[in-house]
């Protein structure tokens, strides 16, 4: 079994001393996708530098399969595989400093989309088409909602499930693409990580 935990380490590890230059996503498990014996994992977040200081990596413990990047750079992401155990994650950084929440959100998916469409094994992907501003409001409103069952400031990994399982349920006759992503903002907003105002103003 993968080690997700271990994962989230070595990222942070590798973007530390620069988290604090820009306002930062810490999206450590975007996505797990079993393939025989092999996961694929996404793990991004977004800090400043560029494109190769972004995605430093140990290579003691990771492998470089390969990479890209979007909106000229704005987006970026590399395919890495985990030396211990052969697991595949995909690593991406987003600098969405200064955009606006939705316009952040599809920055988002263009580097998700191009990331899973390189990826060197399969994915797991969300149904539907991209979600619109609406739908991506009503999807954050849902995941605060199913938040209120926790303290203030519970911890982001603490309240995933609980979360997840809302909003699929809210969305379950119209999916759309994003509904993972608004849990997440809504769950890092309200452990404290992030602020209120990267959520959808209707959902603050």
């Known amino acids: ?27 450590l498990v975007r996505n797990v996708a079993i393939v025989g014996s092999v996961a694929a994992v996404f793990v ?18 990771w492998t470089i399969l390969g990479g890209g990047s979007t909106d000229g750079g704005r987006g970026a992401y590399v395919h890495a595989k985990r030396t211990v155990d052969g697991s595949h994650s995909t690593f991406m950084v987003e600098h969405d400093a200064g955009l606006a929440p939705y316009e952040a959100f599809l920055l988002h998916e263009r580097t998700r ?24 409001t009503r999807a ?43 849990g997440e903002q809504a769950r890092f907003v309200y452990a404290g990580i992030e602020p209120r105002s990267l959520l959808m103003p209707g959902a603050r």
């Open 140 to 182: 954050e409103t849902v995941a605060l909602g199913a938040l209120s069952a926790f303290p203030a400031g519970t911890a982001a990994s603490a309240t995933r499930q609980t979360v997840d399982r809302a909003v699929v349920a809210a969305f379950r006759d119209a999916p759309c693409r994003g509904l993972e992503y608004a």
């Open 44 to 61: 991004s977040a977004a800090v400043a530098g560029t494109f190769g200081s972004d995605l430093q990596l140990d290579p003691m413990k």
């Open 113 to 136: 989309a191009a990331a899973e469409a390189t990826s060197p094994v399969r994915v797991q992907t969300e149904s539907g088409a991209v979600c619109m501003p609406e739908a991506l």
């Open 1 to 27: 079994m993968i080690n997700l935990d271990a994962i989230g380490s070595d990222l942070m590890a590798a973007y530390a001393g620069r988290l604090e230059r820009r306002r930062r996503r810490r999206r």
